[in-house]
């Protein structure tokens, strides 16, 4: 009987997919698949030409496969020191973010003590007030305590992370009060009822945002490109761009630089893609 049932469900499973409508969103799909990595291809195999090439050769394989243009950005520029301040940036604003966040989101979701409402619809309404709207002020106010061309002055703007410590408010939420008030009876302090309880029930949440904390670290551009006026103190994002040559940009050195840049971006995203949805499905929830 549950083969039958089992054959019949396939069955009709292989009938809904070979349906036209089924077929027709199944191409739909492939088509905006190819049309969102093309892009990525091109700036992959235009990145293995040499600059001569990328202005003679379109076709879809290099003929003359090269890494000169890789060679180029690791022996000619600084991407190794790039790299590790873009390392250092990110994970000094992961670690910052996520703690601070956890803390916050604990201390508005299990503490009582005066102001807390208003510190929580605070940060509600920050989201009305977006983030490059505060860019001159943070400039101004990191050019007044000497902080500009420090990897300090690029991490501490980046911090501001409201929606981080709403997706942890809401976890410890739902979070029976029943296991805080039986850490407090066996004499444990507040900082011990979220180091030891707490929090390691939400390492999954907790590795999540960490992660698409530090995707999008290590992706910003505008802050750091503003912040970082010497060349030796550039994040990696930005300082690609400036691999250029007497003669105007070389594109093919660009986009190898770029394709270096957002290489440990694409392997964290591949080693913790499940984490990093379901950070982007935590926050787009929040936000919706």
């Known amino acids: 009987m549950t083969g039958a049932t089992t054959d ?6 292989g009938y809904m997919r070979r349906t036209p409508g089924g077929v027709l969103l199944t191409l739909l799909t492939l088509i905006a698949a190819a049309t969102w990595f093309f892009p990525i291809y091109w700036a992959v195999m235009t990145s293995l030409r040499s600059d001569s090439d990328t202005v003679t050769d379109f076709g879809l394989i290099p003929a003359n496969p090269t890494l ?39 201390a508005i979701s299990q503490l009582r003590f005066p ?12 989201f009305m007030v977006p983030v490059t709207a505060l860019i001159v002020n943070h400039f101004i106010i990191m050019a007044n305590v000497k902080l500009l061309n420090t990897h300090l002055g690029i991490i501490l703007p980046m911090l ?10 809401q976890f410890f939420d739902g979070l029976p009060k029943e296991f805080r008030e039986a850490a407090v009876m066996d004499g444990a302090t507040e900082l011990q009822v979220f180091l030891r309880v707490f929090l390691p029930m939400n390492w999954g949440v907790t590795t999540a945002l960490a992660i698409i904390t530090f995707i999008g670290s290590w992706n910003a551009f505008l802050w750091p490109f503003l ?9 990696v994002t930005v300082g690609i761009t400036a691999v250029q040559d007497a003669f105007g940009v070389a594109f093919g050195r660009v986009l190898a630089g770029a394709v270096l840049a957002s290489l440990p971006v694409a392997l964290a995203y591949l080693l913790f893609q499940r984490r990093v949805t379901q950070a982007i499905a935590l926050s787009a929830g929040i936000k919706g």
């Open 115 to 126: 102001g807390r409402m208003l510190l929580w619809w605070t940060i509600l309404a920050s």
């Open 160 to 169: 501001i992370s409201p929606v981080t410590v709403i997706v942890y408010k």
């Open 227 to 235: 912040v970082s006026q010497d060349e030796k103190m550039m994040t």
């Open 68 to 106: 000169e243009g890789y060679i180029f950005d690791i022996v000619h520029s600084e991407l190794p020191i790039w790299y590790l301040n873009s390392t250092i940036t990110s994970v000094g604003v992961t670690v910052a973010v996520v703690f601070m966040s956890a803390c916050t989101g604990f």
């Open 8 to 13: 019949g469900q396939s069955t009709s499973l």
